[in-house]
């Protein structure tokens, strides 16, 4: 909320730092479970027999259809960051489509690809 | 998102332009996807024997139901052009309540009032 | 659950049973919390500028989308004691499954046809 | 969406105008649905055997889970008012991330934490 | 489902078993998910300026808001373990109705009144 | 429900049996609507630069987090019949249970792995 008033960053930008500030201050207070939460979720991300590539298509795919928009951008981020191409994200929206419909499918249209968007050209 | 800087249009016309476009680039990459959703949702919402109209206000009660914000805008404009009074659409409101509570009830008389404003006075 | 070897009764039969005894049961200890909820979802299914039949279907509709056993189960029989039609419902299946997508389309095509099926069959 | 561009409040205080706003508009077309409402709601979180401060953690939690924004701020802003303390509102989310995972996370460190500030700070 | 032919225990003793067994199997092939997940939830859980009572009340709240079966029973027992009433419980089960509307109600007045008794005669 | 009484069948066979039938049975009633569902939802799953597998594993991972036993039923036999191995559905299992807790951590332990054991052994 207080950071709208930042310039110079777009959407995607504003709310990776207004998660990544809100979760450094809830650690302060609460260090022991924010360890072992990213602990376990490490443990669920992490390459195995599924890569980690294809984990962060999956976990985009629950994102949207969960409607969660820090988690859609997160692991919108997440798929770029492990090489992804758009045309994967793309499927990955049509696979949460069969599951959430119009509901999935309008994340996807909209949240999903300014994502992409914003963290291909950082500057806007 | 980046629309927020459009002048000259209410924010249920926002929404409604920034799924357009979406929905637009999307079916670039992925036509038969988005051709395929749109023929099973149009089958979905067609006159049976159940109206046109009785459909909009059940797909609204769902939305509000779901927490889709692009749904409830979507839908709230679905039943206004169908023919659907103000009344007919707190109804639905209300049987969405009965299993939502107050988050169903929350949706219903900020958003979707809200939006049946916007959309009987396009200039503001 | 201590229902199952009930004889002579069917699994919808047995569900509206089992819920209507567990309700009596609950109301013993919380009578003004269950009168104030019985009065408030009066209010929602009250005949209004929507019917009481159409009103079900919605409420179908989003028990479907809900995935809930019960409401599934007690709004079928909600819209068949309202005098809707089969194909009425079938439709009110179809816009829950434009939402809820395989989710919505199993429950549809299983619980509420065996519903119908039992509750327009008794003896069975 | 109308009052974005009110001064001299912050976001949370927008919210809880917005809803009481729109509850109020939304009442006077059906007033005999939010009083039944308002009347099942009183019950649930009166005091009992779990006090009124636990029932809004409780609540708060619910709607961490349920990820739905005015609920959010609503038992927030109800925790705070029972005389609730900062860590009991951050156990609460602990709680709701236990079953929401980081979609719960991402609401409690972003939305609650900058709802307490707020709160607790009404001139910002 | 391999379990329904077991004698001598009831529904509740059932699903507990078949819960744990299935986690013993996961557990030999993903270890350190496992142990990260009962590391976490451990702290989610444990007792702090919120009762760990008052955090299993909370914990089946959610559960029944999210309608799930395995959760409701295994937090229904939790409160019981923690020493809560019959009375908190059915509190609970009110404020996640203020939540979840019938939907919660009906799992509330099924299947964890069931769960008590159960619990309470497990000869039964 | 009506084929519990059937013999020489295991759980995940009558799930699959009754949703065939029930499918079958929607279909004769409601055959444009059902007929551009499965176009649509084969384009969701059809390969691309998502495998098929990836595609099912990602479908089994939002069954999971959704909690609709059919789709879990359906999509771990769509793992198999698409080559996943069983540590590739236990990491999918991992993935929903990072959205999703213990409600997708109890449905992955029980149904999931239950279901991969009658599949694999078609006479149990």
Known sequence: MEHQEM?????TQHHLIR???GLGKYTENMP??????????RH??????ISEKNKQLMALGISIYSQDEYCIIYHTKGCL??????????????VAAAFGGGAAMSQGVTLVQECIQELNNPMH
Chains 1, 2, 3, 4, 5, 6 share one sequence.
């Open 7 to 11: 310039s110079g960053k777009n959407s």
């Open 19 to 21: 998660y990544k500030e």
């Open 32 to 41: 022991e479970l924010v360890h072992s939460f990213s602990e376990f979720t």
């Open 44 to 49: 669920c991300f992490k390459e195995g027999e």
């Open 81 to 94: 960051d492990q090489g992804a191409s758009e045309n994967e994200i793309f499927e990955a929206v049509g």
